[in-house]
């Protein structure tokens, strides 16, 4: 089709010239393919106001404020119109508008983050925040750090640090920027690193900031586990259950229907996956309907998939979350734990030279040895003796 800037262009020559009959204009309408009044129309336009390319239309936009009040109305088109309403001023858009830009946005990466608390998982498997006794806070901190607060109410832990915060780190951002962008257009993420470095953590946080949280599920997997296991742990996690079909063909297209819809399918230790599985992973995410997210963690899950070049080429983003720098270590852990706020950040460093290595892990199970010893003493002080007794509980003899 020609350009409609080049044959206005073309026929204001003719016209000019004296030149132009209803015959250039007939041809030029059947070529372009609307009607002769519409071309006789154009000629007007380019004669009043000197343009012939056609004026750039302006749709609707979410500005910054609006997308930010859809974050704290948790995504509920509906209520932000209302409230748009409510507060006049600029004409409002229908709620078919508001819903196609918005849909727009977050199918080219936009992410939408609320201030939701996370969704604890059932008593069978707790969540990894529920593990280590603590919970998402509304709010910042100092210097715009987000934190995790310990829960009131809490089971038996592993790792119980009371008065412990995680930080939310440059590493824990960039997991959030992530994930949301992965859940925006149904894509395929992994996020790795060394074990203890606070991938389980960020991934949760993550997670509870999606606009609904609900619709996140997580498969849990054994070690080396076949196709039709997987096959069953993913219909269980996509509550499908005893509906499955026996057949494998059946019960493939049973999980590519549940996979239509926008979800966030979360596969921590991806490293115990064997290639087959991982290939049948590769085969669901290839159908063209699958519009779930699925994020594949674990240390070690990036050389799994690097084995299957298949499924490494479909992954979106791979995200590294990364030790703790020697700068970082000492004003994150005393955001971590008050503990740490009078200790010296020459024994600071001493510890992470020793023993800490910046993984978030070590530095836990250090707290908890020092505040197990500190615990009701009133005037405690955490010098070099004592971090020497709490490595040494952790490491052997130094």
């Known amino acids: 089709m020609l350009p409609r800037g080049l044959v206005v262009r073309r026929l204001l020559e003719r016209q000019q010239a004296g030149e132009l009959a209803t015959r250039h204009v007939r041809a030029v309408a059947e070529t372009v393919g609307v009607s002769e009044r519409t071309v006789w129309r154009w000629l007007e336009q380019a004669k009043t106001t000197g343009q012939t390319e056609p004026g750039i239309r302006q749709g609707y936009a979410v500005s910054d404020e609006v997308w930010a009040l859809l974050g704290e109305v948790g995504g509920n088109v509906a209520e932000l119109r209302r409230r748009l309403s409510a507060a006049g001023g600029a004409a409002v858009p229908s709620a078919s508008t508001l819903h196609r830009v918005i849909r727009r946005?977050?199918?080219?990466?936009?992410?939408?983050?609320?201030?939701?608390?996370?969704?604890?998982?059932?008593?069978?498997?707790?969540?990894?925040?529920?593990?280590?006794?603590?919970?998402?806070?509304?709010?910042?901190?100092?210097?715009?750090?987000?934190?995790?607060?310990?829960?009131?109410?809490?089971?038996?832990?592993p790792v119980l640090v009371p008065g412990a915060q995680v930080v939310h780190t440059p590493a824990v951002r960039s997991v959030l920027r992530t994930v949301a962008h992965a859940a925006a257009v149904g894509a395929v993420v992994c996020l790795y690193g060394d074990a203890g470095q606070g991938?389980?953590?960020?991934?949760?946080?993550?997670?509870?900031?999606?606009?609904?949280?609900?619709?996140?599920?997580?498969?849990?997997?054994?070690?080396?586990?076949?196709?039709?296991?997987?096959?069953?742990?993913?219909?269980?996690?996509l509550e499908l259950g005893?509906?499955?079909?026996?057949?494998?063909?059946?019960?493939?297209?049973?999980?590519?229907?549940?996979?239509?819809?926008?979800?966030?399918?979360?596969?921590?230790?991806?490293?115990?996956?064997?290639?087959?599985?991982?290939e049948f992973l590769r085969g669901l995410w290839d159908?063209?309907?699958?519009?779930?997210?699925?994020?594949?963690?674990g240390a070690g899950s990036e050389r799994a998939l690097r084995r299957v070049p298949a499924l490494a080429s479909r992954v979106l983003t791979w995200e590294l979350?990364?030790?703790?720098?020697?700068?970082?270590?000492?004003?994150?852990?005393?955001?971590?734990?008050?503990?740490?706020?009078?200790?010296?950040?020459?024994?600071?460093?001493w510890v992470d030279e020793h023993v800490g290595h910046g993984n978030f892990r070590t530095w836990a199970k250090l707290t908890s040895h020092l505040t197990a010893e500190t615990y009701g003493k009133s005037r405690a002080v955490v010098d070099r003796r004592m971090l020497e007794r709490a490595c040494a509980r952790l490491m052997g003899p130094l």
């Open 105 to 157: 946005d977050r199918r080219a990466g936009r992410a939408l983050l609320t201030g939701r608390e996370p969704v604890v998982a059932g008593p069978s498997r707790p969540d990894p925040l529920s593990e280590l006794g603590l919970n998402v806070v509304a709010g910042e901190g100092t210097g715009g750090q987000v934190f995790l607060r310990e829960q009131k109410h809490l089971a038996q832990v």
């Open 287 to 297: 159908h063209p309907d699958t519009d779930t997210a699925l994020v594949l963690a």
């Open 199 to 237: 991938k389980t953590v960020g991934l949760q946080y993550a997670l509870s900031q999606l606009p609904h949280p609900a619709r996140v599920r997580r498969v849990h997997v054994g070690v080396h586990p076949t196709v039709p296991e997987l096959r069953r742990v993913l219909a269980d996690a």
């Open 321 to 349: 979350v990364p030790r703790l720098s020697q700068r970082e270590v000492a004003t994150v852990m005393a955001a971590f734990h008050p503990l740490w706020e009078d200790v010296t950040a020459d024994d600071v460093a």
């Open 242 to 278: 005893r509906r499955l079909p026996r057949g494998a063909g059946e019960a493939d297209l049973m999980l590519v229907n549940a996979l239509r819809q926008p979800r966030v399918l979360v596969l921590d230790e991806a490293q115990r996956l064997p290639g087959a599985a991982l």
